[in-house]
């Protein structure tokens, strides 16, 4: 979590490679659970405008969260947790999370899509907020520079 501008407005961030592996079995319950806890942490630390920052990089398929998921969390959100929050930028998209948002867009409020952005580097990240309050875990900077090193070479 970091702030950012004259309000202190938060900046969120969300790591999806410390997410639970789906093959658990008490998977949907730790789910719930930690939805519950990010939804508390949220209401607590949002007064004002705020961006969640999704970091998707170096996470495998498997705790990648569901559709289902992700459905329920967006309708159990607070109208004012959606209406204060200013961007939900995602950090090197794959495949899969570009489909599951194309597919869930008409279920989605055009006002919630349009903060929906795309980050394929932490550079251009850096270029959108200020970076010094925001902690990257250290898998994601190696992704990032992986990924970066195979740009160049193609």
Request: glycine residues 4%.
């Amino acid at each position: 979590t970091g702030y950012y501008g004259d309000g202190l407005n938060a900046i969120i961030v969300f790591a999806a490679c410390f997410l639970p592996d789906s093959s658990r079995t008490d998977y949907n319950y730790v789910m719930e659970n930690l939805f519950l806890y990010v939804i508390s942490t949220l209401e607590l630390m949002v007064a004002e405008d705020y961006m969640i920052v999704y970091l998707n990089g170096a996470t495998p398929r498997r705790r990648m969260p569901g559709l289902g998921w992700m459905k329920k969390c967006y309708q159990m959100i607070d109208r004012r947790l959606r209406k204060n929050l200013k961007s939900f930028i995602i950090v090197h998209p794959s495949w899969f999370i570009r489909t599951i948002l194309a597919v869930t867009r008409p279920f989605i409020s055009s006002k919630f899509s349009s903060k929906i952005q795309y980050v394929n580097t932490l550079a251009e990240l850096r270029e959108m907020i200020p970076m010094e309050y925001v902690h990257i875990p250290d898998s994601i900077i190696k992704y990032d520079g992986e990924k970066c090193i195979k740009r160049r070479m193609r």
